[in-house]
């Protein structure tokens, strides 16, 4: 998903806060650089079933990635670029 143009960038933030599990995992994750289902669910008040959940939704859009694949539990996670950007698009159009 390289070299996304700016449509692209835009249905993915739609995507994003169309889906509350998935507005409330990007938020908490801007504060981390590696997060585990655990810990934003703790943070966030929700399920880890729910964060795992969202967490595979946005893996399964290239906007995170899991550095511990080969883990059943505990996986932690990271911001891919375009996770970035579109963290960025969020901020920039959604909040001061």
């Not at 505990?74 to 670029?81: I, N, P, Q």
Request: glycine share 2%; aromatic share 6%; net charge negative.
């Amino acid at each position: 998903m390289e070299n996304l143009n700016e449509n692209s960038l835009d249905e993915l933030l739609i995507w994003v806060i169309s889906v509350d599990r998935r507005l409330v995992l990007m938020e908490a994750i801007k504060d981390h650089t590696i997060i585990k289902a655990s810990d934003i669910a703790h943070e966030t008040n929700r399920s880890t079933q729910n964060i795992s959940r969202a967490l595979k939704e946005l893996e399964d859009k290239d906007l995170i990635k899991c550095l511990t694949p080969e883990k059943a539990t505990w996986k932690k996670y990271v911001l891919t670029s375009t996770g970035k950007e579109i963290l960025k698009k969020m901020k920039d159009e959604y909040y001061d």
